[in-house]
């Protein structure tokens, strides 16, 4: 039967390998971060609010609006989907008002 040699390498030493390919390793550029906006009439019954993004990464987005009635109930209105860069749009009921906005991306 043949022998087997067993290599130890110390912790250090790994580190330093792993640290070593790390750097020598090929990267992905880094994609840009989209820019997105939203705006809402907070607190105005049947208020609306409205979201656009633009940028690499990002081919369709949404608002979604978030609204409250008098008895304390909440409703998430969601507007259509739109290509970069367009607005997005939804509006609350004529007894709700939006209490918060937000976006969604593809």
Known sequence: MGRIKKFGVSAAAMTAIAAATTLMS????????????TSA??????GTGWATCSGTG?????????????SGGYTTVY?????????????????????SVGYQTI
């Open 79 to 99: 507007g259509p989907w739109v290509a970069n860069s367009v607005k997005s749009n939804a509006r609350c009921s004529s007894s709700s008002w939006p209490i």
């Open 41 to 46: 009439q907070i607190g105005v019954v049947g």
């Open 26 to 37: 090929p990267t992905a550029p880094a994609l840009a971060a989209p820019t997105c906006s």
């Open 58 to 70: 990002v081919t369709q987005t949404r608002v979604v609006l978030f609204c409250q009635d008098s």
